[in-house]
T-cell receptor
């Protein structure tokens, strides 16, 4: 079965620091990959996604992620975080065409200190 | 209303009660999902409906009973729940074949079972 691993449970950064959140998936075939964010008290919303094309994907609010097939990774990055980025971040993956099974990682809580 | 809406937002029920959660999507999508979000656990997919037909059921206990009367509405009927069923229940929708099958989430129903 597909699994998604997020390496960090809780990350604490100061404003303007750079961010990288790790995500690894297990499925060896074609994957669709997503990063979702959940701000405090709000619902899950999409940050960015990869399903084909350029492996460097740019999303909303200055976030980007790079799909590295050889490493089964889809790490999320942002060069300079803001206090408003405080949230929980979830990596997710479908395994294969036609799959409806979206597998989520456990999430990484990001706290940004002003 | 836009996006995916869920009612009620909060629900407290006893173990002998029967209640229902409602989800409505205003996006014209053809697939809808129920997820369970518990503390310190990944989001768990419970049910998937595609074109109103249940396509996946991830071994969910029978005390949870889904209903999808049309492609815009999804219900989760609850009866004789256990305290460990207390969680945030999320509804999502997607359009098959569109942009990697991105899922759009509702705000969730926070369920407490006493």
């Amino acid at each position: 079965a597909q699994s998604v691993s997020q390496h960090n449970h809780h990350v604490i950064l100061s404003e303007a620091a750079s961010l990288e959140l790790g995500c690894n998936y297990s499925y060896g075939g074609t994957v669709n990959l997503f990063w979702y964010v959940q701000y405090p008290g709000q619902h899950l919303q999409l940050l960015l996604k990869y399903f084909s094309g350029d492996p460097l994907v740019k999303g909303i609010k200055g976030f980007e992620a790079e799909f590295i097939k050889s490493k089964f990774s889809f790490n999320l990055r942002k060069p300079s975080v803001q206090w408003s980025d405080t949230a929980e971040y979830f990596c997710a993956s479908y395994s294969g065409a036609g799959s409806y099974q979206l597998t989520f990682g456990k999430g990484t809580k990001l706290s940004v200190i002003p | 209303e836009t996006g995916v809406t869920q009612t009620p937002r909060h629900l407290v029920m006893g173990m002998t009660n029967k209640k229902s959660l409602k989800c409505e999507q205003h996006l014209g999508h053809n697939a809808m999902y129920w997820y369970k979000q518990s503390a310190k656990k990944p989001l768990e997919l419970m049910f998937v409906y595609n074109f109103k037909e249940q396509t996946e059921n991830n071994s969910v206990p029978s005390r949870f009973s889904p209903e999808c009367p049309n492609s815009s509405h999804l219900f989760l009927h609850l009866h004789t729940l256990q305290p460990e069923d207390s969680a945030l229940y999320l509804c999502a929708s997607s359009q098959e074949g569109l942009a990697g099958n991105e899922q759009f989430f509702g705000p969730g129903t926070r369920l407490t079972v006493l």
